[in-house]
């Protein structure tokens, strides 16, 4: 799945959560690895999934 900074701020946060796991998991050793590579700020993402109630644990490198 192609992913842009527009594209991840504007996606439900449930399929984002989803995405943003299988990214986390697959391709990245850390949210802040993956934020550099798709140029956003951590703070953008951390809020969106926090507002679903999900929280960045950086031991698992996830949201939980």
């Known amino acids: 799945m192609y992913l842009d900074k527009d594209r991840i701020l504007n996606m ?4 984002l959560l989803s995405v943003i796991n299988m990214k986390l998991r697959d391709e990245f050793l850390s949210l802040d690895d993956l934020c550099k590579t798709y140029n956003i700020e951590e703070s953008e993402i951390i809020n969106k999934l926090e507002s ?3 929280h960045y644990n950086s031991a ?3 949201f939980i």
Not at 12 to 15: A, G, V
């Open 52 to 54: 679903i109630e999900v």
């Open 60 to 62: 698992t490198n996830q």
């Open 12 to 15: 439900d946060s449930y399929i």
